[in-house]
């Protein structure tokens, strides 16, 4: 293809057979579709820069589509540049601002990045020198090129005087053409892929990175080392005080062996360097949002390598993005990088939580949250992980904070009771599907993992959810839900003796610790002790329903053949009627195998203790009611719903002393 358009384009145009916008049109659209291979780029690389007959019009199209598939090699940089400045055969003005533009565009795929550092003398002899003075600059106000161009001075050398140029924050350089770079990656990460199939397998510490390593600077010390000339862990290990990072550190910030450097050999400069260039970035970005532009394929691209970084390394959010994201929640559609955005807020650091929900929560609940339960459910989510970040800050012991362990206890206790009112009003939403309860639980889970280390870390208050939402989890039809509740619980039960045991004061009151109990004493009053919704046993709620109810709705389930009391038990409750039949249908089979193969009568219906009396006297099956339910727990234990077997033993006395003696486990 090169081969044709190389001969058509040393022809004249009154001289052809054919028009060559035909052979235009298809380089170019294979070169988007599939990219240059080296031997291709380089071919039409000189039909460009070398004397041709070709119209403006197609060498603009041309080198618009000049996309690499792989690495760009040293010499086709050479005859760009070769190819600059005035003199006969030289290509025209526009042409010449195009190549550079692409030389720009192509930068961060070019083999050798030191190419244009050794011809930094050849380039910068063609500008023209008076608009490098900065009286040009105080003159004719700020121009973005060379305000950027003495920044990067003044970011290496900071005894620069620059006058008052610098005022303000001064913007770095732009990507020219953001859609012609996605283009460029997509295509690069194509072909890289297809090289790496014909590869073998490399070892997992080593970072893949796609095309040729890049050569080493030759600014670096003597004896020190890149990243990219790490090969493997050992050489790592053996190298580690050799590295030398990068100039450009932002390059480096998605690379897992630079994260892993830093993790090991922390660099305060380092993390200086980083945080100051995104301050910049950040800004640039704010600016043209504030202004109504799209949101860039370059900010997207930069939060979601953030959010790797800060992954990786566990640390809170750097100033430079928190302040950003302040700002930018205001201009945020919530659809953009939603996730990565919250994503990015749940490593807030513990502060006070009211300054908190004034610059963050509050601002991100009314961009997110509208009608749909899903947008609760995703802010919900975002408390989630923050808990648990905060959780994992409280428990760290070299965490630096200014607040004391009663405000950090207080700020957590906050977010704590500002997510559970989420969680109500989610559920008060009908109707709460599976996907939506899942979240909840995901996030009292979370919560009873905390509390769980309150006995022994004065920052974390063990915080109950509230009574309405037990109570709605409570009476579920999904098995599932109706397990996590009951493991989440038996964690609390847990922390709270913990707690109560110790001698030193633990400030939890008796009231408090009652209330939670009547939690526990009403769900063995449904599932376990045939006393569902009294308010006679110690502590009991009756599950909130007020007892001018109880009358009416007793004669109802009364008509229907069923006893209130024990409507949601083991034996009848709609979520576990029909595993405990199915339980029982198994110990019948095992007890007619070890009778010769046949029992005399099988249980016809939910099984009661006045039905296993019968049962036993008729010749069937003869075990006891406490037997019988002790077996359910251990065959729903077997089947992957443990935690209502965990609840009750934890908190039925008789069960804690059997499961002691290693009885009915």
């Known amino acids: 293809m090169p081969s044709a358009s190389e001969f058509t384009s040393k022809i004249p145009a009154k001289q052809r057979k054919s028009k060559v916008s035909g052979l235009v049109d298809t380089i170019c659209s294979h070169a988007y579709e599939n990219g240059l291979s080296p031997d291709a780029l380089s071919t039409i690389t000189d039909i460009i820069t070398l004397s041709n007959h070709l119209d403006q019009g197609s060498i603009t199209a041309i080198i618009k589509s000049l996309y690499p598939a792989s690495k760009v090699l040293n010499d086709v940089v050479?005859?760009?540049?070769?190819?600059?400045?005035?003199?006969?055969?030289?290509?025209?003005?526009?042409?010449?601002?195009?190549?550079?533009?692409?030389?720009?565009?192509?930068?961060?795929?070019?083999?050798?990045?030191s190419v244009l550092s050794r011809l930094y003398g050849v380039l910068f002899n063609m500008l023209d020198m008076i608009s490098l003075r900065l009286e040009l600059i105080r003159n004719i106000a700020s121009e973005p090129a060379l305000v950027g161009f003495l920044r990067v001075f003044k970011d290496y050398y900071p005894d620069v005087i620059v006058g008052d140029a610098m005022a303000g924050r001064a913007s770095y350089f732009s990507h020219p053409d953001p859609?012609?770079?996605?283009?460029?990656?997509?295509?690069?990460?194509?072909?890289?892929?297809?090289?790496?199939?014909?590869?073998s397998q490399q070892s997992s510490f080593k970072v893949v990175r796609r095309g040729t390593k890049r050569s080493r600077v030759s600014m670096l010390p003597e004896n020190s080392v890149t990243l990219e000339e790490i090969e493997n862990v050992d050489d790592f290990?053996?190298?580690?005080?050799?590295?030398?990072?990068?100039?450009?550190?932002?390059?480096?910030?998605?690379?897992?062996?630079?994260?892993?450097?830093?993790?090991l050999k922390p660099s305060e400069t380092a993390s200086k360097r980083l945080n100051e260039w995104l301050l910049t970035f950040f800004d640039e970005e704010l600016r043209s949002v504030s202004e109504g532009q799209n949101e860039s394929r370059r900010l997207a691209d930069m939060l979601e390598k953030l959010l790797g970084y800060t992954r990786y390394t566990k640390k809170v959010l750097c100033s430079s993005a928190e302040i950003f994201l302040q700002s930018y929640i205001n201009h945020w559609d919530a659809i953009s990088d939603g996730h990565t955005v919250l994503d990015l807020l749940s490593y807030l650091p513990i502060r006070p939580?009211?300054?908190?929900?004034?610059?963050?929560?509050?601002?991100?609940?009314?961009?997110?949250?509208?009608?749909?339960?899903?947008?609760?459910?995703?802010?919900?989510?975002?408390?989630?992980?923050?808990l648990r970040h905060w959780t994992v800050r409280l428990l760290d012991q070299s965490s630096n904070t200014a607040m004391s362990n009663e405000a950090l206890s207080t700020s957590f206790t906050s977010l704590i009771v500002h997510a559970d009112i989420l969680c109500l009003s989610i559920l008060e939403t009908l109707p709460p599907v599976l996907s939506t309860i899942s979240s909840i639980l995901s996030f009292y889970e979370t919560l009873a993992t905390s509390i769980s280390h309150a006995p022994t870390n004065p920052k974390i208050r063990i915080t109950t959810p509230s009574s309405e939402v037990i109570y709605r989890l409570t009476f579920t039809t999904s098995l599932s839900t109706l397990s996590r509740l009951c493991s989440v619980l038996s964690t609390y039960k847990t922390a709270f003796e913990a707690a109560m045991s110790r001698t030193e004061g633990n400030g939890y009151p008796r009231e408090y610790v009652n209330h939670f109990n009547g939690f526990l004493m009403d769900i063995c009053n449904c599932l376990w002790r045939n006393r569902a919704l009294n308010r006679e046993d110690a502590n009991a709620l009756g599950c909130l329903v007020p007892p001018t109810v109880l009358p009416a709705l007793?004669?109802?389930?009364?008509?229907?053949?069923?006893?209130?009391?024990?409507?949601?038990?083991?034996?009848?409750?709609?979520?576990?009627?029909?595993?405990?039949?199915?339980?029982?249908?198994?110990?019948?089979?095992?007890?007619?195998?070890a009778e010769d193969?046949?029992?005399?009568?099988?249980?016809?219906?939910p099984v009661t203790q006045r039905s296993l009396t019968v049962l036993g006297s008729e010749g069937g099956l003869k075990i006891s009611w406490g037997n019988y339910r002790l077996e359910v727990l251990k065959w729903l234990d077997e089947r992957g719903v443990k935690g209502v077997r965990e609840l009750m033993f934890n908190t039925m006395k008789h069960l804690m002393t059997a499961k002691g003696a290693g009885n009915g486990i």
């Open 353 to 386: 939580f009211n300054d908190l929900q004034e610059m963050f929560f509050d601002l991100l609940e009314s961009a997110v949250i509208d009608s749909s339960v899903e947008s609760r459910v995703m802010i919900l989510n975002f408390y989630t992980s923050l």
């Open 554 to 593: 007793r004669t109802y389930v009364d008509g229907l053949g069923h006893s209130l009391p024990t409507l949601f038990s083991l034996s009848n409750s709609t979520t576990l009627c029909a595993l405990a039949i199915a339980c029982f249908r198994d110990l019948e089979d095992a007890g007619a195998e």
């Open 237 to 263: 290990v053996g190298k580690i005080e050799k590295i030398e990072l990068p100039n450009q550190l932002i390059s480096a910030l998605g690379d897992p062996l630079f994260q892993k450097y830093l993790i």
């Open 179 to 199: 859609e012609w770079r996605e283009r460029l990656l997509t295509i690069q990460a194509v072909h890289s892929r297809s090289l790496q199939d014909h590869q």
């Open 597 to 605: 193969g046949s029992l005399s009568t099988r249980q016809a219906g």
């Open 78 to 113: 050479y005859r760009v540049v070769g190819s600059l400045g005035q003199g006969k055969g030289k290509p025209s003005a526009p042409t010449q601002a195009l190549l550079v533009k692409w030389l720009i565009m192509v930068y961060e795929v070019l083999v050798d990045l």
